[in-house]
């Protein structure tokens, strides 16, 4: 008599009452919304935690040699206090410098600027374009416009200076319990040994995310600066600045690094010089940040360009300027709390770029654990015994 065979455990028949596949999706998409909407009105406050979070899990592995020579917990603590600060205050002194320089440079090619935009303007005219696109475009290269930019820049730099005394206060608490969840695994590490492995795996891929990114970013930084000085593009150190931190937004970083060099090149030596600048962003920034960075950030976080790209734009609008920074961190952050859980989701997992196998897949005719997939890897070890008896047998015989 035929046996019927067991459905697959994502095809069982749902009992009754229960949601289907499609109520499931719908109530997790709007459950979803509610908690995005208001992690969009608590942004002024998630955000600055969530930086603070990102900057202590850089810095946690501080820790670990201090404690090794016999430091105590208290003084490895404020080790990891002290280097989450000059972090911080290098960023938000490079910020703050670079918009103030930006602002004096404006001013001083103000004339400059203002007779480039003429001289724009008379020969979009001379080639019979629309006034609508000249108008656009002389409004768009306006002094005042570029002022206003100037003004937003430093300001947005003073704001991020004002959230960084937010950070501090956060990272020291951050820091404090750091140490006591290190120790997670010495307490809970039966019980709730995959909970701990997938924090620990979210916390490492920040880091390597952060390392790649700094590590290319004052790569690009240092080409862009020394091509942008022997170029004569006045403000070269604020654009290699600007190109160190635009690098950690990913995909689109390098545009944003790249407009402000560019309209600076044009007012200086004219359209060549713009054109020279864009070309120099093109050789080095489209090399290393589009196509090598990506092939090291992937091996990092195991996230799909695709979803990389998505996270920057999802994520600004969620929680504000910040966002873009803290994108991949809080993707990953998603996808450890969401998918990585479940087995079953591994589908799922290997859409976002992530390295996982089918749970259900039948092991491999090559596996050398397995052996060919006639004969089981025990069968081939009790053969080999039952083959060493024999011949022993027949000695003793």
Known sequence: ????????????????????????????????????????????????????????????????????????????????????????AALVGMLVWAGFQFAALVREFLPDLSASVADIQVQLAALGLETQLTDAVTEWLQPGNLLSLAGSVSGTALGIGTTFFFVLAYAVFMAADAGRYSTA?????????????????????????????????????????????????????????????????????FVLGLVPPAIMGFVAGGWQLALVVVALYCVVNVVLQVFVQPKFVSDAVSLSLTLSFMSVVFWTFVIGPLGAILSIPLTLLVRALLLEGDPRNAWLRWLSGDVVTDPQAPPSDDDPATGPADQPADQHADGAADTEADADADTAK
């Open 185 to 253: 695994s010495q307490h809970f590490g039966v019980s709730h040994a995959d909970a701990i492995e997938r924090s620990t795996r979210f916390s490492s891929g920040v880091r390597r995310y952060y390392v790649v990114n700094a590590t290319f970013g004052a790569i690009v930084a240092v080409i862009d600066g020394i091509g942008l000085a022997l170029l004569n593009v006045p403000g070269a150190a604020i654009w290699a600045i600007l190109a160190f931190v635009t690098n950690f937004v990913p995909n689109i970083g």
């Open 1 to 88: 008599m035929t046996s019927t065979p067991t459905p697959a455990p994502d095809r069982l028949p749902t009992p009754p009452g229960a949601l289907g596949p499609g109520a499931r999706t719908l109530l997790v998409l709007a459950t979803a919304v509610v908690v995005l909407a208001g992690m969009h009105a608590a942004s002024e406050i998630l955000a600055p935690l969530l930086l603070g979070a990102v900057i202590i899990i850089i810095c946690h592995p501080v820790r670990f040699p201090l404690q090794a020579r016999g430091w105590p917990s208290w003084a490895a603590t404020t080790a990891v206090i002290v280097v989450g600060y000059l972090i911080l």
